[in-house]
């Protein structure tokens, strides 16, 4: 499984970026996706998830109603539209796989086996 983001930019506070990360090697019709950022001094934290099969999602309190993840299945492609960002928001964002069945989103670190290399984003 190989998982590559992009998308990662400066932007002022106040406005957007989208993420994206595309999903190659998987043998399974759907996953738990999820993305994680690392903030310099910080432990990593789980933005949000998503269930591909049934559409459940998990949002962390501080980025619900500005973050929205989603996923398109034809392209193996999850994204994460980030609206209002905050300078918090500044931090290394991976785009991460669960792997194994019956999973389901959260922001448990333990339960994601698959990491992409991160993309910066600098608010």
């Known amino acids: 499984v190989q998982l590559v983001e992009s998308g990662g930019d400066s932007v002022q506070a106040g406005g957007s970026l989208k993420l994206s990360c595309v999903a190659s090697?998987?043998?399974?019709?759907?996953?738990?996706f999820a993305w994680f950022r690392k903030a310099p001094g910080k432990e990593r934290e789980g933005v949000a998830a998503?269930?591909?099969?049934?559409?459940?999602?998990y949002y962390l309190n501080s980025v619900e109603g500005r973050f929205t993840i989603s996923h398109d299945n034809a392209k193996n492609t999850l994204y994460l539209q980030m609206n209002s960002l905050k300078p918090e928001d500044t931090a290394i964002y991976y785009c991460?796989?669960?792997?194994?069945?019956?999973?389901?989103?959260?922001?448990?670190?333990?339960?994601?086996?698959?990491w992409g290399q991160g993309t910066q984003v600098t608010v």
């Open positions: 090697g998987y043998a399974a019709s759907s996953d738990t």
């Open positions: 998503i269930d591909t099969g049934d559409g459940s999602t």
């Open positions: 991460v796989a669960c792997g194994t069945p019956w999973c389901p989103p959260s922001g448990r670190i333990g339960d994601y086996h698959y």
